[in-house]
């Protein structure tokens, strides 16, 4: 499976865990995942190797 569930309690969990299909099924909304480190620590590669896996976009806030 090549999927990554969060889950916000320990009662999700155990309904996860009893039917997951019913969280499988489901329209998923948009994923969001920040990374955040050094310059020089591959951050950056990270996220273009994530979006190219899972086809996403990665948005890079400028520093001011």
């Given at each position: 499976m090549?999927?990554?569930f969060v889950l916000s309690n320990?009662?999700?969990l155990k309904e996860f865990q009893k039917n997951?299909?019913?969280y499988i099924n489901e329209?998923?909304?948009p994923c969001k995942l920040f990374l955040?480190?050094?310059r020089?620590?591959?951050?950056e590669q990270l996220a273009k190797d994530l979006a190219k896996k899972y086809?996403?976009?990665v948005r890079r806030k400028?520093?001011?």
């Amino acid at each position: 499976m090549d999927k990554i569930f969060v889950l916000s309690n320990k009662e999700s969990l155990k309904e996860f865990q009893k039917n997951p299909r019913r969280y499988i099924n489901e329209a998923r909304q948009p994923c969001k995942l920040f990374l955040y480190g050094p310059r020089v620590s591959g951050i950056e590669q990270l996220a273009k190797d994530l979006a190219k896996k899972y086809n996403a976009t990665v948005r890079r806030k400028n520093k001011n």
